[in-house]
């Protein structure tokens, strides 16, 4: 790569980490072509960029946040990036069930809001949280919950009433 390409890519990088939710890095080493393009394919499933970058360019692109020090520390041998910039759990759920089939696949580690998450952790917490549609499904429950009380609530005399003339009509019968 020539100086001026190295620049624009860091520039890219860069670009990427800022407008990230979560990255997952992974070690992709001793995965074949097809096991790879399949990755690459679940990733593209759920909105989840992935790339193969050269660990310099990842440190200069990184250089200056607060948690590049210890999130460089993981950059060595051969380094996959997925980007997930809407559901912070998107990524580590495809690595986590990419993992099920072919255990080659290994974690370096992740990064979830400035939050640096151990290689382990990526598949037991991060890739446990709900994700952006859960999150919303869960809130418009809470939300729904109180008025669907108060609906139930304003329906239960004219019920009571139904009831009572249901009892009458049988009674006389």
Do not use: C
């Not at 992740?110 to 151990?118: F, M, P, Y």
């Amino acid at each position: 790569m020539e100086r001026a390409q190295k620049e624009a890519a860091v520039n890219v990088l860069k670009q990427r980490f800022d407008k990230m939710s979560s990255v997952v890095l992974v070690d992709y080493q001793s995965l074949n072509v097809e096991q790879v393009t399949k990755l690459r394919n679940d990733f593209r499933k759920v909105g989840v960029e992935y790339r193969v970058v050269k660990n310099t360019l990842i440190k200069h692109a990184i250089k200056g946040k607060p948690w590049a020090e210890s999130f460089g520390k993981t950059l060595h041998g051969m380094t996959g990036v997925a980007w997930s910039f809407e559901d912070p759990s998107a990524a580590a759920k495809v690595v986590k069930a990419f993992r099920k089939d072919n255990e080659k696949l290994k974690i370096k580690g992740g990064l979830v809001d400035g939050q640096i998450v151990a290689a382990d952790k990526v598949e037991t917490q991060l890739a446990t949280m709900p994700g952006k549609d859960e999150v919303r499904a869960m809130l418009l429950a809470t939300l729904q919950a109180p008025l669907t009380q108060f609906v139930q609530l304003l329906n239960a005399p004219a019920q009571n009433f139904v009831y009572l003339l249901k009892a009458k009509e049988e009674k006389k019968a």
